[in-house]
Structures are given as structure tokens and as C-alpha cells.
């Protein structure tokens, strides 16, 4: 069993529709990270957080520690997000090293 | 003005050659990274070098071999490419080596015929 697993695999969404993606983790960590990754394959780091919430635009990530428990929202979704959603955490003990979970295919449909 | 840059793009190749990948940051990070990411686009991390140093050496065969002339440079040589090492490659930086968000390249896909 992974370390981080993230619910759904594959999500599509109609264009506007508000979206939910699930993380969680079996081992301490120091900090998690969401990540997306396009078609065209770069990454990029959206959030990196170790507690509370944090907000980008129409994107929110929120962690419980004590649940071990991660949600990225997406709202008012469009096309342009489709994309992998990757959630990866830092191990308490690790430092630097990121542990990854499988990816979220998201599809917004216009 | 690209901050993490990795060539080649793309690289194909045959069994039992020996390639290189480079990359080059110039956000002037101490620490940088190498992932593979097999076909099922899991990524797992391969190498950490921090300044120079190498701070994170997973279980990968000793084929492959990650070189880092400057803590902004940060190549990978493989040597006797297997079948199985097709895959995408990414390097990426971080500014330490403690929880950070890391900055990612393009991607490398490498191809074994």
C-alpha cells in the first residue's frame, strides 16, 4: 500500500462545477505539497502546506494533521484546469525528499 | 526566461547504449533533484544533490550515475539502458534541503528501443 493515496484517480467535471480532490497519508510529515502536471507533462507546485488552509485564485488546499488528511478545491472549474492533480508529502524525517502519491486525472468538459 | 531546463526533450535510443541528461537551474537553489516517472505517471524520486553533495540516493541500479559539477547543474548519466528504463525524467530545485516547494524541468522522455 502507497504511503500517500489520493481519491478519485479519474474525476470529470462539467465546465463550472465545483471539485474536490482527496489525499491521504500513513507516515508523519513535515509538509504536503499539490502539484499539477499538463498534457504537455511539465509540473508545477501549486501549494505547499503543514497545517490550516491556503488559497490561490480559485484553488484551496486544506490539511488536517490529525487525520492525516489533505483536500485540494477547485471552484467555478474550467477546461484549462484539466490536467494531473499530484499530491506529495515531505516524510518527518526525510528533509527534502518528496513521497508522491498516483496523480488525479481531472477532465473539465466544456 | 526558463528556470529549470533539462536536455534533451526527447531521447531515443537503443538496449546496452549510454546516455546523458542534463539540467540547469538558475534560481540559484542549493539543492536539486532527480525523478523518474514510469508509465503509469508515478514519480518516485531517484537523487538529491545539495550543494554539490549528494544527500539522497534511493534504490537505483548503480547504472545510473548523477553527476553535479555546481550546485546549479545537476546531469544524470545512464549507462546500458535497459527496456525498463523508459520512462520521463525530471529534475527540479529546491532553495534548501528542509521542506520546500521544488521548481521542476520539463520532463526528458527517454525511450528504449
Known amino acids: 500500500k502507497n504511503e500517500v493515496e489520493q481519491s478519485p484517480q479519474n474525476l470529470t467535471a462539467q465546465e463550472g462545477e465545483f471539485i474536490t480532490i482527496n489525499c491521504s497519508y500513513s507516515v508523519g510529515i513535515s509538509a504536503l505539497h499539490w502539484l499539477q502536471q499538463h498534457p504537455g507533462g511539465g509540473i508545477v507546485s501549486l501549494f505547499m502546506l503543514s497545517s490550516g488552509k491556503k488559497k490561490h485564485g480559485r484553488l484551496i488546499a486544506t490539511i488536517n494533521i490529525q487525520e492525516k488528511h489533505s483536500s485540494l478545491h477547485i471552484t467555478a472549474s474550467h477546461p484549462r484546469d484539466s490536467a494531473v492533480y499530484i499530491c506529495a508529502v515531505n516524510r518527518g524525517t526525510s528533509g527534502s525528499r518528496l513521497t508522491f502519491g498516483e496523480g488525479t486525472q481531472l477532465t473539465v468538459n466544456p | 526566461d526558463t528556470a529549470v531546463s533539462q536536455t534533451p526533450k526527447y531521447l531515443v535510443t537503443q538496449m546496452g547504449n549510454d546516455k546523458s541528461i542534463k539540467c540547469e537551474q538558475n534560481l540559484g537553489h542549493d539543492t536539486m533533484y532527480w525523478y523518474k516517472q514510469d508509465s503509469k505517471k508515478f514519480l518516485k524520486i531517484m537523487f538529491s544533490y545539495n550543494n554539490k553533495e549528494l544527500i539522497i540516493n534511493e534504490t537505483v541500479p548503480n547504472r545510473f550515475s548523477p553527476k553535479s559539477p555546481d550546485k546549479a547543474h545537476l546531469n544524470l548519466h545512464i549507462n546500458s539502458l535497459e527496456l525498463g528504463d523508459s520512462a520521463v525524467y525530471f529534475c527540479?530545485?529546491?532553495?534548501?534541503?528542509?521542506?520546500?516547494?521544488?521548481?521542476f524541468g520539463d520532463g526528458t522522455r527517454l525511450s528504449i528501443l
Open positions: 527540479a530545485s529546491s532553495p534548501g534541503t528542509w521542506g520546500q516547494p521544488q521548481h
